[in-house]
């Protein structure tokens, strides 16, 4: 019996591009089925590593590795492709939003679903109006700089958690990590204990048995082992506990600013509502909403005052290290700053910092960190909270983590398909990148990307079709229905050390060194995209904009001098560069050939190599432009052109062109260019063009017999 004919209309299959994988037989189910298992091995460990890279609660990772994982790939042009949290787009978020709210809180949490919601609306929308090549706007240079800082970054981001010491953020990352160099006295060595033996599991297994999920198994020991040694250790405290003066000062300014902070907000809330009602009534510029709007105003400035006040305190608190004594008659112990424990009496043997502090409360932690408690069930559906000042705020980020997400999805996507020989529509990629952004977003996702590792692991599981995600994506939902109460003890460091791992290999400073081989302007602009990235550090799409825009800059500037050369006849009867092979000149004739566009940038500059070339033979009457190098004519460059043909023509200079092509030419005739040159001043080739300017010569009695651009006699043979 032969196959059952399951083609559906081509119109229905644009919409729904997943029906491409029908009809589905058994093998391609069951390699699918095994691929999707593999990755998924893969997925829930880095998903919550990359979660808290981008500065979220781990299990935010797995909200954005379920839903999206799935659309991605069955609205996307790409069987294999593997799309989830990645490394590049996280630390692009985190970078995005620290500055705008404190890192694990709500409102960043708020903010990073936000700005999912506007990466897949971006994306989209390019996808939709096939706008898929802006993304050359970001040179494959500029991109290798981005990455080599991005990798580097990320990398020496995790340091602190895997020695167990806090890292202040600031608006200097190299200062961060400055800080963190100075604690390394400080170190947790049972922290650092379970990251180096993660990395170690995952770098022996990579090295023995590739084919073994190497993150998976590194997770299961170290959590394992967290569990057994009671690697976490928390208590509670309270401000009157702490011993320490500068270190009880710091907290009672911090939760007096709390309490501050939460007025304002109360009183912006209230202004907010009467000042929406007062609009409303009395118009926009009446002058009790005016006034309002300007307290309004006043209130967020104190509010951003205070917010920061409290960061730098809460990062002044954490650098704190304590010990633990007991007081006597069941009073609450003390805590001391390490070091400083009065004679006679003893510390508990642990050093507790304090991992939080809030309304006078205090949470300590004399342990290794732990993911904790991951929340049962499945993310609730909704869309995000808007504002709209936060919306301008996160516009310029959404569209450089669209950009380039799409650029690492979509450059995987290519690598992927010169192995399999599939066909990749980069908008229909950015189509379903878009969609997985717009779901994730309403399922408290984190903006996301494809993987190259991820895909990789894909397709060497042998991976036929998109469906391999699919069933990633619903091994990940067993994983948030039944699985996460496993994930409580397993260490922040082993994540850091899951996200060191991963991106190591995308620090390839051979890339940027090939790029500067190819072309110095090439190298300039990814070695400054990686200074810059690693220089304007947290702020990513600082270094990445920078480079851009370098890049484009170099590129007109080439555009802006394109070479020209006054050419002669070589002894092989063709014609170079004369000052190149030391050709000798024509007293007759000039022969100029151009090498570029003839467009606004350069217009100037093609009008002063003519004219040297001219006042450089005098003698001359005759001057001959190969046109074979212009490949476009814009306005500016007509106008020029047409300038320069009158003025020499008023000279006594006859200017003859040869090798214009046709989209030159019919600009030339659109505009009129062309009558005013004249059919018989315009050749196919160059020789023809000498041929008959050494015969109108000849005519008028000034051939040159000896010219060295005369054509040669063609040769016979018989």
Known sequence: MGSRDMSFPPLLQRFLPFLRWFPYPAGSARADFIAGLTVALVLVPQSMAYAQLAGLP???????????????????????????????????????????????????????????????????????????????????????????????????????????????????????????????????????????????????????APKLPGVLIAVAVTTTASW???????????????????????????????????????????????????????????????????????????????????????????????????????????????????????????????????????????????????????????????????????????????????????SIAKAIAAKTKQKIDPNQELIGQGLANLVGCATQAFPVSGSFSRSAVNINAGAITGMSSVFTGLFVLLTLLFLTPLLYHLPQAVLAAVII????????????????????????????????????????????????????????????SPRVAILGRHADGSLHDAAVYNLPASDLVTAVRFDGRLYFANVSFFEDAILDAVAANPKARYLLVVGNGINELDASGEEVMHHLVERLRGNGVTVVFSGLKKQVIDVMRATGLFDTISQQHIFATADMALEAIHAWAAERGEDDAASPLRPLPARRFG
């Open 501 to 560: 791992m991963a991106v190591i290999g995308l620090i390839n400073f051979e890339a940027i060194k090939h790029a500067w081989k190819a072309s110095k302007h090439d190298g300039t602009a990814a070695v400054v995209t990686f200074v810059a990235t690693l220089a304007f550090a947290p702020h990513l799409d600082s270094g990445i904009m920078i480079g851009a825009g370098l890049a484009i800059g170099l590129y007109l500037y080439r555009t802006m």
């Open 228 to 410: 057994l040694i009671g690697f976490e250790r928390n208590a509670t405290a309270t401000i009157d506990q702490v011993a320490e003066p500068e270190a009880r000062a710091l907290l009672t300014e911090f939760v007096r600013t709390e309490v501050r902070i939460k007025e304002i907000n109360d009183q912006m809330g209230a202004r907010a509502i009467e000042l929406k009602t007062l609009r409303k009534e009395r118009g926009e510029l009446s002058h009790e909403a005016v006034t309002l709007n300007y307290e309004v105003d006043l209130l967020r400035l104190q509010l951003k005052d205070r917010e920061d006040e409290n960061r730098r305190r809460n990062r002044a608190i954490r650098s704190f290290v304590f010990e633990r004594v007991a007081a006597p008659d069941g009073k609450p112990p003390e805590l001391y700053a390490e070091g400083r424990v009065p004679a006679g009496k003893a510390a508990d043997g642990h050093r507790w910092r304090i991992a939080r502090a809030a309304h006078g409360d205090i949470k300590l932690a004399g342990g290794g960190e732990v993911v904790g408690k991951v929340p049962e069930g499945l993310p609730s559906v909704g869309m995000p909270a808007m504002s709209w000042d936060m919306l301008g705020s996160l516009l310029s980020a959404a569209i450089v983590i669209s950009l380039v997400g799409f650029m690492e999805a979509i």
């Open 58 to 208: 781990a299990y935010y990772g797995l909200y954005a590795a379920f839903l999206p994982v799935m659309v991605a790939a069955l609205w996307g042009s790409s069987s294999q492709l593997g799309t989830g949290p990645v490394a590049v787009v996280s630390l692009l978020t985190a970078s995005a939003l620290t500055p705008l709210a404190a890192a694990g809180s709500e409102q960043f949490v708020s903010l990073a679903i936000m700005l999912a919601l506007l990466v897949g609306l971006v994306q989209l929308v390019l996808g939709v109006f096939k706008l898929g090549i802006i993304v050359n706007f970001l040179s494959h240079p500029v991109i290798v700089g981005f990455t080599n800082a991005a990798a580097m970054i990320i990398g020496l981001s995790q340091l602190n958690k895997l020695i167990g010491v806090p890292m202040g953020r600031s608006e200097h990352f190299i200062q961060d990590i400055w800080g963190v160099a100075k604690l390394v006295g400080d170190t947790h060595l049972p922290t650092l204990a379970m990251g180096a033996t993660a990395i170690a599991i995952m770098w022996v297994i990579r090295r023995k």
